[in-house]
């Protein structure tokens, strides 16, 4: 006795299944499905609002709101041309919208930037390109000031004035140190009444003022003293201070 034995492919059983399927009853189960979805969501579907539901069955928007605002259609009559186009299946470019031969010739070469001439014109009749060598005749015109080293160290020992001499009062400046626009150096010549009395010899005459200031410490020695004074003040206290104090103090009495 001989027993058959016949193997059945699920997978092929499934797509004849599927192909069997007509389409009404694809939209029948479909339907069915979503009754099912909402009796099980109950009321967390009213809570939510079904605003945006799209049927499955349908394709179309369940309980949709009035509320929610429309989006604007785009306007498609304003899209941007293409640059080329075809036509009788040959494509040809818009030549009015093409770079032009001076710009391209512009871009491969290299070239300054101008300044407009309108702006150029406005500066040239108001002026402003325009330096005055002097300061006109209401000040004496005196010429621009030519910044040098020695200039600048001059102008430094003017500003410290009332250091250098205490004896005398300047009024102060605030302000920032700015050297003048315009200035001129010169010399001061004595008169002839002033030969025995107010001149001094040559040996004694400077340069500049910053030898003027060494020779007069030379003699007097008022920078070192005052130096000498402030270092005293500021090591008092500390421990070279008192060991000084010390060295004084363990001295053989005579």
């Not at 140190?177 to 001129?184: F, R």
């Not at 003027?212 to 003293?225: L, T």
Request: hydrophobic share 30%; aromatic share 4%.
């Amino acid at each position: 006795m001989s027993v058959e034995v016949v193997v059945v492919n699920p997978a092929s059983k499934m797509e004849k299944d599927e192909e069997e399927l007509s389409e009404e009853q694809i939209q029948s189960l479909l339907l069915e499905a979503e009754k099912r979805l909402k009796k099980a969501s109950g009321s967390s579907s009213k809570q939510d609002g079904d605003d945006g539901a799209v049927s499955l069955a349908t394709g179309q928007e369940v309980g949709g709101s009035a509320s929610r605002p429309k989006v604007p259609s785009l306007n498609h009559k304003q899209a941007v041309q293409p640059y080329v186009r075809q036509s009788n299946s040959i494509a040809t470019i818009d030549k009015s919208r093409l770079v032009p031969e001076s710009a391209k010739k512009l871009a491969e070469t290299i070239h300054t930037v101008e300044q407009p001439l309108v702006k150029l014109n406005t500066m040239l009749t108001s002026g402003q390109n325009k330096e005055k060598p002097t300061s006109g005749p209401k000040w004496f015109n005196l010429p621009k000031t030519v910044v040098t080293p020695e200039l600048k160290r001059d102008l430094q020992i003017l500003r410290m004035r009332s250091v250098l001499d205490p004896h005398r009062h300047y009024k102060k400046e605030n302000g920032k140190a700015k050297i003048p626009e315009y200035s001129q150096v010169g010399t001061i010549i004595e008169g002839p009444t002033e030969f025995f009395s107010a001149r001094i010899t040559k040996k004694e005459r400077k340069n500049n003022f910053a030898e003027e200031i060494m020779a007069a410490e030379k003699e007097s020695g008022r920078f070192k003293r005052k130096y000498a004074e402030i270092q005293e003040a500021k090591a008092s206290g500390k421990k070279a201070y008192y060991k000084k104090l010390k060295a004084k103090r363990a001295r053989p009495m005579k």
